[in-house]
């Protein structure tokens, strides 16, 4: 099955600064990558996502590139505000039909202090 | 229009006892999942619902745990003689394409 490696597991910046979490897949069939932030005690909400027919794609301050080569993609957080504060997970699926299993990494705490 | 809603959002039980815990999907969403998140650890797949095909179960840890989902629509997630390690979040997702949409999640405490 689909193995999702995800670093680092915490990552402090200052305000202002970027932020890039990085994670790896297993199945070179996986097509869909999505990422989601969940605030503390809150569920986690889709925040970008891309298919493997993309190699970047950018929503205001983030973005998603994807390397389907090397079976890695990475989300980059630009102009880091506290509110970004929160646990960012990656995921990998095959999406052939709209609808399938998502296999998590194991999240990045992203802390950003004023 | 309402999201997924869970219950209930707390849960403590004794050890060795049953649970139930209930998921409501958004309407129309044909696909369902759990998940079981940990203290610190990522979102571990348990079960997956598509429509009227049988259920992806490869996920569920033990032979304790069972969900089943009537109707199409509202799913329950059942882990029998509940031990410690059990206690976790239990997220419910729903979808109707790949965007999954999480619940609030129900909090278990195995005593």
């Known amino acids: 099955g689909e193995n999702v490696e995800q670093h680092p597991s915490t990552l402090s910046v200052q305000e202002g600064d970027s932020a890039v979490i990085k994670c790896t897949y297993s199945?070179?069939?996986?097509?869909?990558f999505p990422w989601y932030k969940q605030e503390l005690g809150k569920r986690p909400q889709l925040i970008i996502d891309?298919?493997?027919?993309?190699g970047e794609k950018k929503d205001q301050r983030i973005a998603v590139t994807l390397n389907k080569t090397a079976k890695h993609f990475s989300l980059h957080i630009t102009e880091t505000q506290p509110e970004d504060s929160a646990v960012y997970f990656c995921a990998a699926s095959y999406g052939g039909s709209g609808y399938s299993t998502l296999t998590f990494g194991k999240g990045t705490m992203l802390l950003v202090s004023p | 229009g309402a999201g997924v809603s869970q219950s209930p959002s707390n849960k403590v039980t004794e050890k060795g006892k049953d649970v139930e815990l209930r998921c409501d999907p958004i309407?129309?969403?044909?696909?369902l999942y759990w998940y079981r998140q940990s203290l610190g650890q990522g979102l571990e797949f348990l079960i997956y619902f598509q429509g009227n095909s049988a259920p992806d179960k490869s996920g569920l840890p033990s032979d304790r745990f069972s969900a089943e989902r009537t109707g199409g629509s509202v799913s329950t997630l059942t882990i029998q003689r509940t031990q410690q390690e059990d206690s976790a979040v239990y997220l419910c997702a729903s979808s109707s394409r790949d965007e999954q949409f999480f619940g609030p999640g129900t909090r278990l405490t195995v005593l």
């Open positions: 199945d070179s069939a996986s097509n869909y």
């Open positions: 891309i298919r493997s027919n993309v």
């Open positions: 309407s129309g969403h044909t696909a």
